[in-house]
C-alpha cells in the first residue's frame, strides 16, 4: 500500500492545482478547504435558544445560520465529501465548545442505512471526526438511525411525530459523562428531541 502524501507534498499541490473555495469560487491556493474570508464568516456561538430546549439555557454550539458561505460549505460536503473542509469546520465549532461543559465524546447524528449506502459516507461524522480530534475525545458512533429523515416522512405524508424512535443508541457504545451530538444542519431536531427525552 502507497503511504498517503506528507503536509508538505500535499501543501505544494495545494497551491498547484486550481481548485476553487466551496464558500466563494475564488482560489484557494495554498489553503485547505475555505479561503481566509471564508474561514473568517464563520462565527461558532453558543445558542441558549433552540427547538432542543424548552428552557433557555446554553446548549448548542453553531457556526451561524444556514446561508451565504455557510450553506455552500455544508452543500460541498455534502456532496463532494471534502473532508478537508470537514475539518474547517469541525475546527472551527471546536473552538467555540466552552471547556465547563466537560464533553467527553462526540456523536454523530447518523443518516438513515439506505442513504448512507447511497451516498458512500456521513457528512456528520466527517465533521464529527474532526470536532473531536481538536477536542481530544473519541468520535463515537453510537447511534442508528432506524427511519428516514424528516423530509422522506414528509414526502410520504407522514407526521412528524412519526419520528418518534427513529434513533436507536447503542447501550455498549454510549460514554458516560456530557456528550456532543453533531449534526450537518440542524433540521432533525424533532427526532432528536425524542432520542434526547429518551436518553
Ligand atoms: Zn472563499
Same mark, same amino acid.
Given at each position: 500500500?502507497?503511504?498517503?502524501? &506528507? @503536509?508538505? !507534498?500535499?501543501? $505544494?499541490?495545494?497551491?498547484? !492545482?486550481?481548485?476553487?473555495?466551496?464558500?466563494?469560487?475564488?482560489?484557494? &491556493?495554498?489553503?485547505?478547504?475555505?479561503?481566509?474570508?471564508?474561514?473568517?464568516?464563520?462565527?461558532?456561538?453558543?445558542?441558549?435558544?433552540?427547538?432542543?430546549?424548552? =428552557? @433557555?439555557?446554553? =446548549?448548542?454550539?453553531?457556526?451561524?445560520?444556514?446561508?451565504?458561505?455557510?450553506?455552500?460549505?455544508?452543500?460541498? !460536503?455534502?456532496?463532494?465529501?471534502?473532508? #478537508?473542509?470537514?475539518?474547517?469546520?469541525?475546527?472551527?465549532?471546536?473552538?467555540?465548545?466552552? #471547556?465547563?461543559?466537560?464533553?467527553?465524546?462526540?456523536? *454523530?447524528?447518523? !443518516?438513515?442505512?439506505?442513504?448512507?449506502?447511497?451516498?458512500?459516507?456521513?457528512?456528520?461524522?466527517?465533521?464529527?471526526?474532526?470536532?473531536?480530534?481538536? +477536542?481530544?475525545?473519541?468520535?463515537? *458512533?453510537?447511534?442508528?438511525?432506524?427511519? $428516514?429523515? $424528516?423530509?422522506?416522512?414528509?414526502?410520504?405524508?407522514?407526521?412528524?411525530?412519526? +419520528? =418518534?424512535?427513529?434513533?436507536?443508541?447503542?447501550?455498549?457504545?454510549?460514554?458516560?459523562? *456530557?456528550? +456532543?451530538?453533531?449534526?450537518?444542519?440542524?433540521?432533525?431536531?424533532?427526532?432528536?428531541?425524542?432520542? +434526547?427525552?429518551?436518553?
Amino acid at each position: 500500500m502507497t503511504a498517503p502524501p &506528507g @503536509p508538505t !507534498l500535499l501543501g $505544494a499541490l495545494r497551491a498547484l !492545482l486550481p481548485r476553487a473555495c466551496p464558500g466563494c469560487g475564488a482560489q484557494l &491556493g495554498p489553503h485547505a478547504g475555505l479561503c481566509p474570508a471564508c474561514r473568517a464568516a464563520l462565527r461558532p456561538q453558543v445558542q441558549a435558544h433552540s427547538p432542543l430546549r424548552a =428552557h @433557555p439555557e446554553p =446548549h448548542l454550539v453553531t457556526l451561524g445560520t444556514y446561508s451565504g458561505v455557510r450553506r455552500r460549505a455544508v452543500r460541498e !460536503l455534502k456532496f463532494a465529501q471534502a473532508r #478537508d473542509l470537514a475539518r474547517v469546520l469541525g475546527e472551527t465549532l471546536a473552538t467555540g465548545v466552552p #471547556d465547563t461543559w466537560n464533553v467527553q465524546a462526540v456523536i *454523530p447524528v447518523p !443518516l438513515h442505512p439506505t442513504r448512507q449506502r447511497e451516498r458512500g459516507f456521513n457528512q456528520s461524522e466527517l465533521l464529527g471526526r474532526a470536532l473531536a480530534g481538536a +477536542l481530544a475525545v473519541p468520535c463515537v *458512533p453510537a447511534l442508528t438511525r432506524t427511519r $428516514a429523515g $424528516a423530509q422522506q416522512a414528509r414526502r410520504h405524508g407522514a407526521q412528524r411525530e412519526d +419520528l =418518534h424512535g427513529a434513533f436507536r443508541a447503542h447501550e455498549g457504545f454510549l460514554p458516560t459523562g *456530557p456528550v +456532543l451530538l453533531i449534526d450537518d444542519v440542524l433540521t432533525t431536531t424533532s427526532a432528536l428531541m425524542h432520542w +434526547l427525552r429518551r436518553v
